[in-house]
């Protein structure tokens, strides 16, 4: 219902707007007046008052008002005794509709002057008839205006106005206009209130003012209006203010959830998408038409998921992160981790806040990278290519969605491809295929892994169907594979094999899939590279273990970094012994000067051949080594060490001293056995006439004792030919002797010397020894030994003698001892004793007797050992080995 | 074997083998000396050496000892006597030209069977020549030069 229930009731007064803006409720303003009003009552109350008073004084009426307003204005006069019908018939009440009236003149939203001029100017006319002649004015009551204004047309309600002022020039009568103040509650309207205000000669405020009677009062409520039209204007003003943050707050908002990088939708209870920002619509690829209104579960690849993603939203259980796949506008599908919870408003489901987050790519990255991962395990790890391949298949189908996958190899020696293992999902089998796999063989150029040995690229077959060159199509086919693609493996830009997948899908791998496939063929080739340089490198390091040199290396500074087993069966000592050790720990001291000489050659590039030098062994033990010693070059070329090969010659130099030996011996025998004839003879031949002369009757006892020493000293010459020039070679053979025997037999020979000086002899002798010897040899060998050692005892000293079965590097045999307790021999003197000519006993030695006796006792095969010591304990030690059983002559050199 | 063995040991002057030096000084000498004027047959040995001293020398102090010793100064010399006469004894040195000591006194031995056999060598070599000889069946006394004589008489008795 319009604010207008009033019936107009214009006290009719023709004057202009009077100066005070206050008039006398009682009576209506003269000329054109405008009265607002807050109660409807009120207006129709005062409008009877002074209408009603009109009518009294014989005035003509004009309502123009709505329904309402005129059935109450009506009501009103009756109930205050005036005879409106009376008045009607006089034609001094009219009473027209305020809207039927309007149409009549309104064209458009504007009122029409002409047509405005005779409407109401008829009107006018009308009840001008029945007033004029006597003093009896026009009273108009108009509520047009505002109902214009009620509708929002404040322009036409203002032209409107001006209409009836232009009108007051032609007729007289006084217009009383009506607004309901709540019309103009916006702070905007005060203009249009004020433009109103101003078409009238009087302003009448609303009752609040109105009703009060007295001056003061009005002014009281003036003033405080006034300031309360401040306070309003303020918080107009702040409310202004805050309206428009909230604006832009929204507007904010709104941009953000619109233009987020976040896929964002509103779903609700019962699926329909109720809003989506831009990046949902853009990652999906539709409209908000062909989105916003839909249902949900239609943009779902997965069923199950989104129903379940309903289930749980409507059970108001919040999903974080729940992982499903979106289909696209296009086809395609997305996956995508779904965030997401509801909002509720009294407890009632309103709709999701829903945040979809595409993780397609990072998917895919991961996976690939998983499998990057797994593949370069797998290379660490894995001890061969075919190891290698059976593994990586496996991760590289799981990465890239495929079915089935094989690897192939170029046969070095037919330059074709031959499959070498295969590998399926363990939720299929491909057995024909398989097999067809397994037992094809392909040139280059030929089917898939044949185009891929030819280019050496990756290669793929979206559609097996349409490939002509696949020679195991049917079977793929047949067994539900249809698209294929295939990387090579190269080794060194040579193709090794290839690597071929199968998919049951038609379609291509994913370009990031194939970029990383091409990888994958660069990595697994330069494992293929490793293992074949691991694999030199192992024989390398095989040799170098096995090696019966030693194989050292060491730094610039001298410090061993590696260490050999042969070096360690050469020197003694173990590689974590030596390791980290300076080299000079096995150089002699006398020898360290060598080092910085050796070592800056090698820092000079140069190599040490065959050099013939002494090292000591971790027990001592000097050992004669042939060293080579080359340079240890680092990846650019810098020296950083020394490799040195050592070769063990002291055997070598045994035998080379032994020969040499031997040589001379063999050289001084041929002498002796030239000369030996050549002096023996005459020698023979001196004797005998010495004898001859000797034994002869006739010559004197001068003479006689003269040739006897002649004689003495011819047996002496004789003595010293014989060990020299070829001691006398007994023509039988080694026989076995009775130890004890002959031990018994030579210290008896040696009795009246030992009495002579006094000498103890303790004999140790085992039962039933046996030795196998020439019994004059071994006569010899030990007439020397004890004759030796009672030359080299002191009056009243001791002797021992002693034999006994021995195992010497498991032969058994006799070792012989004998022992003197004299002056011992000095380390020089040692060394020299078995050489020949050599001899601390000047008067009596010839220097040959030790020299003999070794070269007896090593013809059969033994040795001679001999331990000496000076100072206090002194004495000498000699031991004879003599083995039971006689090696090899070759033996006896050594 | 233990007759070579006290060979050697016998030219060590400072050995005394009990019962052999002193014997041969004052009792097998002078024996032998004693013996002059045995009625035992006198021996006739044949003593051969390319070196003529050695051989004159050796025959000179067997004669003087009562032997019948003639010296040779080859091999084929002594073979031509012998084949006349046989000798009781041959004592021949074994290095020497053209036919050497060995094949002369296999020779003698082959035309006298009971001739008895001494070899003398003042040579290393010797011993090789004895092996092979040996290994063919043969078995001889040899004596080393030097020998001196007394050593020499005593082996011969």
Redesign the interface.
């Known amino acids: 219902m319009d604010a207008l229930g009033t019936q107009a009731n214009t006290d009719a007064s023709r004057s202009t707007r009077t100066s005070s803006p206050i008039s006398p409720p009682q009576a209506a303003p003269r000329g054109h007046s405008v009265q607002l009003y807050a109660d409807d009552q009120y207006l129709i109350r005062d409008l009877s008052r002074t209408l009603g008073a009109a009518l009294g004084a014989g005035d003509t009426v004009i309502v123009i008002a709505t329904g309402p307003h005129r059935d109450s204005l009506a009501k009103r006069f009756e109930e205050r005794g005036l005879n409106l019908q009376q008045a009607i018939a006089e034609e001094r009440y009219i009473a027209l509709d305020a809207a039927d009236t309007m149409s009549k003149f309104m064209v458009g939203n504007e009122p029409d002057k002409t047509r405005f001029f005779n409407v109401i100017g008829g009107v006018l006319q009308r009840a001008n008839r029945n007033s004029a002649g006597e003093h009896h004015g026009i009273v108009a009551f108009g509520e047009m205006v505002a109902v214009l204004f009620a509708n929002g047309q404040a322009d036409a309600a203002i032209s409107l106005e001006q209409l009836w002022n232009e009108l007051s020039s032609l007729y007289e009568f006084n217009l009383h206009c009506a607004y309901p103040i709540n019309l103009f509650h916006s702070s905007t309207d005060s203009e249009s209130l004020r433009r109103i205000c101003e078409q009238h000669q009087h302003v009448v405020p609303a009752e609040s003012y109105t009703s009060l009677g007295n001056e003061p009062d009005r002014l009281l409520a003036v003033t405080l209006l006034q300031q309360k039209a401040r306070a309003l204007e303020h918080e107009i003003r702040e409310r202004e203010k805050a309206q428009k943050t909230l604006l832009q707050r929204e507007a904010e908002l709104r941009d953000f959830v619109e233009n987020a990088v976040v896929p964002l939708h509103w779903v609700a209870a019962d699926g329909t998408i109720l809003w989506a920002n831009n990046a949902e619509l853009s990652m999906l690829g539709y409209t908000s038409d062909e989105y916003i209104g839909r249902n949900i579960a239609e943009f779902h690849a997965d069923a199950d998921a989104i129903r379940d993603i309903m289930v749980r939203l409507g059970r108001r259980e919040p999903l974080d992160g729940y992982k499903t796949r979106v289909l696209c506008r296009d086809g395609s599908t997305r996956t995508v981790r779904i965030y997401s919870n509801v909002y509720c408003r009294d407890d009632e489901f309103v709709h999701t806040r829903c945040f979809t987050i595409d993780v397609t790519s990072r998917e895919r990255a991961e996976r690939h990278m998983a499998a990057q991962l797994a593949l370069t395990h797998l290379m660490v790890d894995a001890d061969s290519l075919a190891d290698l391949a059976e593994d990586a298949l496996g991760v590289i189908c799981e990465a890239s969605g495929c079915d089935m996958s094989s690897v192939w190899q170029v046969q070095e020696e037919t330059g074709e491809l031959r499959c070498i293992q295969t590998w399926h999902n363990p939720k299929h089998a491909f057995p024909n295929f398989e097999k067809s796999t397994l037992s094809s063989r392909f040139h280059r150029g030929e089917g898939l892994p044949g185009r891929v040995f030819e280019t050496n690229k990756p290669s793929c077959i979206p559609d097996l169907q349409h490939d002509p060159n696949f020679p195991r199509r049917t079977t793929a086919i047949a067994d539900g594979l249809h698209s294929a693609f295939a990387f090579p493996i190269s080794v060194k830009g040579k193709v090794w094999g290839v690597i071929e997948f199968l998919s049951r899908k038609v379609g291509e791998p994913d370009q990031e899939f194939l970029v990383m496939m091409a990888g994958v063929g660069i990595q697994v080739g330069q494992f293929a590279e490793r293992k074949q340089l691991d694999d030199a490198r192992n024989k390398l390091a095989a040799i170098v273990a096995s090696s019966d040199d030693g194989i050292v290396s060491k730094d610039l500074t001298g410090v061993v970094t590696s260490w050999n087993k042969g070096a360690e069966r050469i020197f003694g000592y173990k590689a974590e012994e030596m390791i980290g050790r300076p080299i000079t720990t096995i150089i002699p001291p006398h020898l360290h000067s060598d080092e910085p000489v050796i070592l800056g050659k090698i820092q000079a590039g140069e190599r040490i051949d065959h050099f013939e030098t002494v090292r000591v062994a971790k027990n001592g033990d000097l050992i004669d080594v042939s060293l080579t010693i080359s340079p240890v070059k680092d990846d650019n070329g810098r020296i950083v060490g020394a490799a040195k090969i050592a070769r063990d010659i002291t055997q070598q130099r045994k035998l080379e001293r032994a020969l040499h030996t031997a040589e001379r011996l063999a050289s001084v025998?041929r002498l002796?056995?030239t000369v030996?004839?050549e002096?023996?003879?005459?020698?023979?031949?001196v004797?005998?006439?010495v004898?001859?002369a000797k034994?002869s009757p006739d010559i004197s006892e001068d003479v006689r004792r003269y040739l006897n020493c002649a004689d003495?000293e011819?047996?002496?010459v004789?003595?010293i030919?014989?060990q020299t020039?070829?001691?006398?070679?007994?023509?039988?053979r080694p026989?076995q002797l009775d130890a004890a025997k002959v031990i018994n037999d030579v210290v008896?020979?040696y009795q009246?010397?030992l009495e002579s000086k006094n000498l103890s002899l303790e004999k140790k002798i085992e039962k039933d020894v046996q030795v196998t010897a020439l019994?004059?040899e071994l006569?010899?060998v030990l007439?020397n030994l004890i004759?030796n050692a009672i030359d080299a005892s002191h009056f009243g000293g001791k002797l021992r003698v002693s034999a006994h079965s021995a195992y010497v590097h498991d032969r058994l045999g006799v070792r012989l001892v004998v022992a003197d307790a004299g002056d011992g021999i000095s380390p020089e003197n040692q060394r020299k004793l078995f050489t020949p000519f050599f001899t601390t006993k000047k008067e009596v030695g010839t220097g040959l007797g030790l020299w003999i006796t070794k070269e007896l006792v090593e013809k059969v095969g033994g040795h001679i050992r001999l331990r000496s010591r000076t100072g206090t304990p002194s004495g000498t030690v000699i031991s004879i080995f003599l083995p039971l059983q006689q090696e090899p002559a070759d033996r006896q050199v050594a | 074997m233990g007759l070579t063995s006290a060979i050697i040991f016998s030219h060590i002057p400072d050995f005394c083998l009990p019962g052999t030096e002193s014997d041969i000084d004052s009792s097998s000498v002078t024996s032998h000396r004693s013996t002059r004027g045995l009625d035992r047959k006198i021996r006739r040995i044949l003593v051969i050496d390319d070196e003529k001293l050695v051989a004159d020398s050796l025959a000179e102090i067997l004669r003087r000892f009562h032997f019948d010793a003639i010296a040779f100064y080859s091999g084929e010399d002594a073979i031509e006597f012998a084949r006349e006469q046989c000798p009781d004894i041959v004592l021949s040195d074994v290095m020497m030209p053209q036919i050497n000591g060995i094949e002369t006194v296999l020779k003698i031995q082959e035309l006298c069977p009971n001739t008895r056999v001494l070899l003398l060598s003042g040579h290393a070599a010797t011993a090789d020549v004895l092996r092979n000889a040996e290994s063919e069946g043969h078995r001889f006394e040899l004596l080393a030069k030097p020998i001196h004589p007394e050593e020499l008489l005593r082996r011969l008795q």
């Open positions: 025998g002796a056995a030996a004839h002096i023996n003879n005459p020698l023979e031949s004797t005998n006439f004898y001859l034994t003495q011819l047996s002496r004789a003595h030919a014989r020039l070829g001691f006398y070679r007994d023509n039988s026989v008896a020979i009246r010397k019994e004059g006569k010899q007439s004759s």
